[in-house]
């Protein structure tokens, strides 16, 4: 089945705990990005990606790093998270000149800072 | 900048009712697409419609259609026969063509359908 993997469903932790948010994709997608979802704020982009090796910054990247290594994998990495952190992420992927197709999000990651 | 304007934070409608959810948006470019995301509780994002700026003739899937006005930059969503299941959180997203094909996505309008 064609789909994005975020794992995990649910973080709670603690302020400046270094965490890591997996993701990915089995539909060979070069193009990766990453979301957070805020009350009254919609979705905004944090990083995306347009292949292996090639990652540049969306609106919000303060607090976050990406890195693409594999094509199918786009981790997100919080090294110091702090409670204005707390979001719903998304990691989404397409595929290159399908930009008429939508991207295909993952499940979610509901992480809490306290 | 592209922006994109969701002006119903909340809606609800009647079971088997038609209803009507309002997008703007705001941008220079000629050639664009539009999308309308569903989010139901279980927050899963789902492509409902998309729709392609050069293409005049409304999108429709199914109980889902849009109403595309270029000229007047609006992309409603319509949705008629409402079910249950319709439930949800509704966001309409723009992209633009060129190449990184950054989403923006509006606010979003909670719906609620009543039975």
């Known amino acids: 089945e064609a789909q994005v993997t975020q794992n995990p469903r649910y973080l709670i932790t603690v302020t400046g705990k270094k965490l890591t948010v997996t993701c990915s994709q089995n539909?060979?997608?070069?193009?990766m990005s990453w979301y957070r979802q805020d009350p009254g704020l919609g979705l905004r982009q944090i990083y995306y990606s347009m292949n292996v090796e090639v990652t540049d910054k969306g609106d919000v990247p303060e607090g976050y790093k990406v890195s693409r290594k594999e094509k199918r994998n786009f981790p997100l990495i919080l090294e110091s998270p702090s409670p204005n952190q707390t979001s719903l992420y998304f990691c989404?992927?397409?595929?290159?000149?399908?930009?008429?197709?939508?991207?295909?999000f993952g499940s979610g990651t509901r992480l809490t800072v306290v | 900048a592209q922006t994109v304007t969701q002006s119903q934070p909340e809606m609800s409608v009647q079971e088997a009712e038609t209803v009507t959810l309002s997008c703007t948006y705001d941008?220079?470019?000629?050639?664009?697409?539009l999308f309308w995301y569903k989010q139901p509780p279980s927050r899963q994002m789902i492509l409902v419609i998309r729709?392609?700026?050069?293409?005049?003739q409304n999108a429709t899937e199914n109980r889902f259609s849009v109403n595309f006005q270029k000229a007047a930059k609006s992309f409603s969503l319509k949705i008629s026969d409402s079910q249950l299941g319709d439930t949800a959180m509704y966001f309409c997203a723009f992209t633009d063509t060129s190449g990184t094909y950054k989403y923006i996505f509006g606010t979003g309008t909670r719906l609620k359908v009543l039975a």
């Open positions: 539909m060979n997608h070069e193009y």
């Open positions: 729709q392609e700026a050069y293409k005049q």
């Open positions: 989404a992927s397409r595929g290159l000149g399908t930009g008429s197709s939508g991207y295909t």
């Open positions: 941008t220079s470019e000629n050639n664009y697409y």
